[in-house]
């Protein structure tokens, strides 16, 4: 099991927005903060697969 540092703003607009730093292009937003840390779950297996394989190009990291 990994741990990850998650920063989560919340814009103007209402969105939550959460970006893990040691993942470089994971980020994901959310109208609740539920289904952030949710989102956040799912957007954090992708990017850690590309970082653990070595690939550069991060197409798959990142929600909305």
Not at 30 to 55: F, N, V, Y
Request: glycine letters at 10%.
């Amino acid at each position: 099991m990994h741990e990850f540092n998650v920063v989560i703003e919340h814009d103007c607009e209402g969105w939550y927005v959460a970006s893990v730093p040691s993942l470089p292009g994971c980020h994901t937003q959310a109208k609740s903060l539920d289904e952030l840390m949710e989102r956040t779950r799912e957007a954090i297996e992708p990017c850690l697969e590309e970082q653990q394989t070595g690939s550069t190009d991060q197409p798959n990291c990142g929600g909305g």
